[in-house]
């Protein structure tokens, strides 16, 4: 079965600085996705960005890029240049690509909190 | 392009109504998926349909139900509402063939047990 686990409920920020928000995975599935997910407090959830497990380099899109350390079965989300509208939950998330199951499975969440 | 739309935004209902909740997905989308979000909480795993068949469905009792309908939306029923079914229920969908697509989500029907 496939699992998420996020260790971090809440992390503080400055404004313009970089944060890391930790995921660390499990998965029997040789061939899988990593998502990262925003939700602002208005619920809706936006998609960030995706890395595959046979990508060989670390997926980048705009300030955000995931930091794929395969072995270490970890997926970290780094935001460069934090802004005030990067306050937001954050959810790392997981699919496996072959088997029958095809749903996503989230972690709980991490709270990001941008500060002036 | 429309997004994937949910209705009604919010929904208030008594303990032991029903709550039905509907779900339009992208265009060329066939699976549509169910999400529970309570309140602080992760997001739990309700149900999966693909081309009007339930696929999947989560640890969730059988009050829970819903379906597909041949144009691809999907509503969710809930029977015998229970207070903790209070929640943010998200629906989203997504493409079957290409497992590395990931969802597009709704904005969620905010339902509120009294």
């Known amino acids: 079965a496939q699992k998420i686990t996020q260790t971090q409920p809440g992390m503080f920020v400055q404004e313009k600085e970089a944060v890391t928000l930790d995921c660390t995975y499990d998965?029997?599935?040789?061939?899988?996705?990593l998502f990262w997910y925003k939700q602002p407090s208005s619920g809706e959830m936006i998609f960030l960005i995706y890395q595959g497990s046979y990508d060989q380099q670390n997926a980048t899109e705009g300030r955000y890029s995931l930091n794929f350390q395969k072995a270490r079965k970890s997926a970290n989300l780094v935001i460069s240049a934090s802004q005030l509208g990067d306050s937001a939950m954050y959810f790392c998330?997981?699919?496996?690509?072959?088997?029958?199951?095809?749903?996503?499975?989230f972690g709980t969440g991490t709270r990001l909190q941008v500060t002036l | 392009e429309a997004g994937v739309t949910q209705s009604p935004t919010h929904l208030i209902k008594t303990r032991g109504q029903q709550a039905t909740l509907r779900c339009s997905p992208i265009?060329?989308?066939?699976?549509v998926y169910w999400y529970q979000q309570a309140l602080g909480l992760g997001l739990q795993f309700l149900l999966w349909?693909?081309?009007?068949?339930?696929?999947n469905r989560g640890n969730f009792p059988p009050r829970f139900s819903g379906r597909q309908f041949p144009n691809y939306s999907s509503e969710l029923n809930v029977n015998a509402l229970e207070l903790e079914d209070s929640a943010l229920y998200l629906c989203?969908?997504?493409?079957?063939?290409?497992?590395?697509?990931?969802?597009?989500f709704g904005s969620g029907t905010r339902l509120t047990v009294v």
């Open positions: 998330a997981m699919r496996e690509l072959t088997g029958t199951a095809s749903k996503l499975t």
């Open positions: 989203a969908s997504s493409v079957t063939w290409d497992r590395s697509y990931g969802y597009t």
């Open positions: 265009s060329g989308h066939t699976s």
């Open positions: 998965t029997s599935d040789p061939s899988y996705g």
């Open positions: 349909y693909d081309e009007g068949e339930e696929r």
